[in-house]
């Protein structure tokens, strides 16, 4: 079973997140090129691509950390492309970013409240995420450094759901994670997903994003090169779209393209 049961119903109704037309800039690197997704809720939406691709950049810029040249970010139909990283996630944008970054000479506790000062009201608390990881209550003050990678990103992943976030950004959880661990992480979204939760992940295992995701989309050096449900995208496209091959291509509709 994947973690996304409200995908395919979902794009009838109106986009929680919805990034249109995003450029971003590093300097004179254009990281992103005019992106555009949308999000609905009760869905997992998954980024993937390789190394350097922009899957961060679109992350970050969607939580307020970088500033687009141009293109909108609009969260439950409010604009917020100007709005401060903090007054997001009180709005409901939280992410769990790449490497984690707790604070490793906090104890577990300490991270976990971190996350719940900008929270907003819901239904997690810190007491919630004990009883989901009764381990994280019994180790609650060692500290984060002295935890295993597979402990810290669970830590990371609670320090997010205290904020009670409408849309979880996940940026790269499996990221140097045996795959057991992965498996045991990713095992946990449809209780996450249970609590009315709609979640954006990046994702560079992409069989590991085809398993969970009501979505994916592809990027390229910036560029979006696929996006689709996973029944409806090949094996060939994804790999295509991924690295760039001459028939990366997605099926367009008949008509379209240039002529043979
Ligand atoms: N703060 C920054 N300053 C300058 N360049 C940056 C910055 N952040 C990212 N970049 C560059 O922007 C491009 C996209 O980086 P980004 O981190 O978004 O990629 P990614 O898809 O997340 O890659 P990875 O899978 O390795 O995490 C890369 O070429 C990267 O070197
Ligand atoms: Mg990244």
């Not at 009670?164 to 940026?171: I, T």
């Amino acid at each position: 079973m994947t973690a996304a049961g409200n995908g395919a119903q979902a794009e009838s109704g109106t986009p929680l997140l919805e990034v249109t037309d995003l450029v971003v800039h590093h300097g004179q690197l254009r990281a992103l090129n005019e992106i555009s997704l949308q999000v609905f809720p009760g869905e997992v939406y998954a980024i993937i691509g390789a190394n350097g691709a922009g899957k961060s950049t679109l992350l970050r810029t969607i939580a307020g950390l970088h500033h687009p040249t141009t293109g909108s970010v609009i969260f439950d139909g409010t604009d917020v492309t100007r709005l401060r990283p903090e007054r997001r996630a009180t709005q409901g944008i939280v992410m769990v970013p790449e490497g984690r970054r707790l604070f490793g000479s906090l104890s577990v506790e300490e991270n976990l409240q971190v996350g719940a000062s900008y929270a907003r009201q819901g239904p997690w608390t810190i007491e919630r995420v004990y009883e989901m990881f009764s381990w994280m209550r019994e180790r609650r003050n060692q500290l984060t450094a002295q935890l295993s990678g597979g402990e810290q990103q669970t830590v990371a992943i609670g320090r997010a759901l205290v904020a009670n976030p409408r849309v979880l950004m996940l940026d790269e959880l499996s990221l140097g994670l045996a795959p057991v661990v992965v498996q045991r992480i990713y095992g946990m979204l449809p209780q996450i997903l249970g609590t009315g939760l709609t979640v954006l992940l990046v994702e560079q295992d992409v069989s590991q994003a085809l398993r969970v995701a009501s979505r994916i989309h592809c990027l390229l050096e910036g560029r979006t090169t696929l996006e689709g449900q996973p029944a409806d995208v090949t094996a060939d496209q994804v790999e295509a779209a991924y690295f760039g091959l001459a028939d990366a291509t997605p099926a367009s509709p008949p008509g379209e393209g240039s002529e043979p």
